[in-house]
């Protein structure tokens, strides 16, 4: 009689322990979720929005990878796109502060309105978008008649011509 009184003790702290595990996983697994789906540096994304602005990974020759993450701590570069999500919620939110260049090669076409930025296709935007003529270092000089687009910060200049 005594072993099943031991027994049954045993069971409900178990039942105890795995609610509490459980509890645990629920709220705070879901933290790590969402950390874990930060997007990283290196990666490519697309952004559709503003406000409450949402974000899709691409792979970097997709015509859909309009950015790549060059930067997870705020320190952006003055061209960059500055790209805040939040990671988690309740109180224990973080902010993901993000810095977004524009992703692009030699030949890739870009169109850079006052509200939207994106890698477009060139052949269907003949004089209505950029061309990237060349990719250097920044500092570099573009040949004329090449404008540049400098990330001083990554090291990096795209020289843009009209997609003539």
């Known amino acids: 009689m005594g072993k099943s009184l031991i027994a049954k003790l045993g069971g409900v702290g178990i039942a105890i322990i795995v609610a509490v595990v459980f509890y645990f996983v629920q709220n705070k697994g879901q933290e790590k979720i ?3 789906n930060a997007p990283e540096v290196g990666q490519c994304l697309s952004v559709t929005g503003t406000i409450n602005a ?3 990974e691409q792979k970097c020759a997709d015509l859909a990878a309009t950015y790549k993450v060059t930067a997870d701590n705020g320190d952006c570069d003055e061209n960059e796109t ?4 939040s990671l ?18 030699e030949g890739d076409c870009l169109s850079l309105g006052a ?17 990237v003529a060349s990719v250097g270092k920044s500092g570099d000089t573009c040949a004329s008649p090449g404008q540049p687009l400098e990330y001083t910060k990554r090291d990096l200049l795209y020289c843009l011509v009209e997609n003539a």
């Open 34 to 36: 969402a950390e874990a």
């Open 54 to 56: 949402k974000h899709e």
């Open 115 to 131: 509200s939207t930025e994106e890698k477009v296709d060139c052949a269907a935007t003949k004089g209505t978008s950029l061309k």
């Open 82 to 85: 500055t790209y805040k999500i």
């Open 88 to 105: 988690g919620s309740g109180n224990s939110a973080n902010v993901a502060d993000l810095c977004l260049a524009l992703n692009a090669n």
